[in-house]
């Protein structure tokens, strides 16, 4: 009863955050696709693709255990959410980009998480054996905590606007909070298996944290994308939605009792990673636009 109560709980939080990220958006931030393929085909290939290949060659590097690599690939194969939006907008990145990149990467890994996690777990688990996942069941709980949501906030700003512009910052803000809930909850639940976890997780989260954040930056750059545009790929690439990888553990991993901890170890590093970043992102963007005025 009480591992249903946390499950339900932790689903209920994932959809309130996804609900804040609908209210800031609209249909135009789909159609961007249109008017800028370039910025949102390169930030959804290095997330959807360059991501979980940076998380295997940690793993294959690291030499993680079994059940930490499939965590590192389920946080891998997960998408941004709030609080990506949230650093982006700190660092003084593309906000429409980085939502818009947030929307679509949210849509699409409904139908790879399962995928992803399954090549994980038949690759590390030490099997011959094909694990049945219920992709049934799991892709109908990510679309109704994730993709539904986002649509019931998108709906409301479509025919609620001044209502939705009012909500949104105290929503966001209650995402911010739940979300922080969420993962202070897992370490709390975790916290001795995480004393020890985390001197062999710790490195390959701050891998994967640093180096898809740098290759965001760097491809954007070597594409001659603007420095906002830039910024926003970086953090969409780096900040990953550990809420989400959390509640799908509770979804259908419970018999693999230690994955949980490395979406837990992730969520409390990328916060610190993700805000030194943002730092030295806003400082290079502030440094540039006087430039541009000069």
Known sequence: MHLNVIEFSLNISVAIIMLGMGLSLTIADFIRIKEEPRSVAIGLFNQLIMLPLIGLALILVLGLKEEYAVGLMLIAACPGGATSNLISNLAKGDIGLSVTLTAFSSVITVVTIPFIVNFALLKFMSTDTVVQLPYATIFLKILLITVVPVALGMFIR????????????????????????????????????????????????????????????????????NLRQQVSIS????????????????????????????????????????????????????????????
Do not use: W
Not at 185 to 194: D, P, S, Y
Not at 266 to 278: E, N, P, R, W
């Open 158 to 225: 479509g025919y609620r606007e001044a209502f939705a512009i009012r909500m949104e910052k105290p929503v966001k803000i209650a995402s911010v909070v739940l979300m922080a809930a969420i993962i202070v909850g897992a370490v709390v639940t975790n916290r001795e298996q995480l004393s020890t976890a985390l001197p062999i997780i710790g490195p390959a989260v701050i891998g994967l944290n640093v180096l898809t954040m740098l290759l965001g930056f760097f491809s954007g750059k070597l594409l001659k994308l």
């Open 235 to 294: 953090i969409e690439c780096g900040i990953q939605n550990g809420s989400l990888a959390l509640a799908i553990v509770g979804m259908a991993l419970t018999q693999y009792k230690e994955l949980a901890l490395v979406p837990a170890t992730y969520g409390v590093l990328m916060f610190g990673i993700g805000g030194l970043f943002a730092g030295y992102y806003a400082r290079l963007v502030t440094v540039n636009e006087k430039k541009d005025h000069a």
